[in-house]
């Protein structure tokens, strides 16, 4: 008998059609991999943390975080999620998969921006009420190391290769450079006036500042240890995102996001979002970047190519999610 899944020519229509059927989870999944992921929102007068489907964009779990959550760092290999709580002055580990709390770490200060060592440990803290970074052993294994660093430090970034940590100094005025190996300072680098968020590119070569008092963005050649670049944008800005060669910057006052060509350094386009952006953060394949609006409560994710806002979902009272967010 001639089985329905061939065409009498000796099976080989069947043999097709299984390999057809194995591979279409895959081919599923990878038609858009950059919306494969979750993104970890601090969300910080609802003491949350609020877990989307970057897909969907719908909540998939919402984790209870103490001390009004401000700041967040997704470890490399997206198995934990640390939040920082300036107020309740503590470091929560988060079991990115679980989604839930695996320890809280008290620390002094004013624990605000936070980043992870590619290797994943340690974690690094700016205490905002000091000059100072805080190296953390999230197992609570290692004692607290410090480095001194500039006033008001805010964002936090690792180089790809771990070599080098960055803090913006916002009262300072400039972003300091730290050896990991040693936590010492061994660069300060004048940038615009109040530099709050810093993103550095994948390359490792330039470093991006937001600079909320001067309006614009300083771009810093890592190598040269000195701005090479600035870029004029929107109110205040607070955070950098790159993508698909464009900067993406969160103007908190002009509920917006300005894009730039990081290559001519021109600004392509003003994307208008909700109240008070602050996160903001890309997807894995730079397809996407998502925006968390503090005042607006939601997370908004906005085409890299089209440059519009794609889809939105509400996640609490006060979104922050400062730091690099997306799992």
């Known amino acids: 008998?001639?089985?329905?899944?061939?065409?009498?020519?000796?099976?080989?229509?069947?043999?097709?059609?299984?390999?057809?059927?194995?591979?279409?989870?895959?081919?599923?999944?990878?038609?858009?991999?950059?919306?494969a992921g979750e993104a970890f929102v601090t969300d910080q007068p609802g003491e949350q943390v609020v877990v989307v489907d970057t897909s969907s964009m719908a909540?998939?779990?919402?984790?209870?975080?103490?001390?009004?959550?401000?700041?967040i760092a997704v470890s490399v290999d997206g198995?934990?999620?640390?939040?920082?709580?300036?107020?309740?002055?503590?470091?929560?580990?988060?079991?990115a998969s679980a989604h839930k709390v695996l320890r809280r770490i008290k620390l002094d200060g004013g624990p605000l921006g936070v980043a992870v060592h590619p290797s994943g440990h340690p974690v690094y803290v700016a205490d905002w009420y000091s000059k100072r970074l805080l190296a953390v052993d999230p197992d609570g294994e290692a004692p607290l190391r410090i480095a001194d660093v500039g006033t008001s430090p805010s964002g936090v970034t690792v180089t790809p290769d771990g070599a080098f940590l960055l803090?913006?100094?916002?009262?300072?005025?400039?972003?300091?450079?730290?050896?990991?190996?040693?936590?010492?300072?061994?660069?300060?680098?004048?940038?615009?006036?109040?530099?709050?968020?810093?993103?550095?590119?994948?390359?490792?070569?330039?470093?991006?500042?937001?600079n909320v008092g001067s309006n614009n963005v300083s771009i810093i050649d890592l190598a040269a240890r000195k701005v090479v670049g600035t870029?004029?944008?929107?109110?205040?800005?607070?955070?950098?995102?790159?993508?698909?060669?464009?900067?993406?910057v969160t103007n908190q006052y002009g509920s917006s996001v300005s894009v730039f060509d990081t290559t001519t350094r021109q600004v392509l386009k003003t994307i208008d979002v909700g109240d008070y952006p602050e996160g903001i953060a890309p997807s894995a394949d730079g397809s996407h970047?998502?925006?968390?609006?503090w005042f607006a409560g939601t997370l908004e994710m906005i085409d890299t190519e089209t440059l519009a806002v794609a889809k939105t979902v509400k996640v609490g009272d006060g979104p922050r999610a400062f730091g690099q967010f997306m799992r």
């Open 231 to 248: 870029v004029k944008v929107g109110l205040r800005p607070y955070a950098v995102a790159l993508a698909r060669g464009k900067a993406f």
């Open 167 to 210: 803090t913006a100094d916002r009262d300072d005025d400039v972003v300091s450079m730290v050896d990991t190996a040693t936590l010492t300072r061994v660069a300060v680098i004048p940038v615009g006036t109040r530099p709050f968020g810093v993103t550095i590119d994948a390359g490792g070569r330039l470093a991006y500042t937001a």
């Open 289 to 293: 970047v998502f925006v968390a609006c």
């Open 1 to 35: 008998m001639r089985s329905a899944w061939t065409d009498g020519r000796g099976g080989r229509l069947a043999v097709a059609a299984i390999l057809l059927l194995q591979a279409l989870p895959l081919l599923i999944f990878f038609a858009d991999p950059a919306l």
């Open 59 to 71: 909540k998939l779990a919402t984790i209870p975080v103490d001390g009004e959550p401000a700041g």
């Open 79 to 95: 198995t934990r999620a640390y939040v920082t709580s300036p107020e309740g002055k503590m470091l929560t580990v988060i079991d």
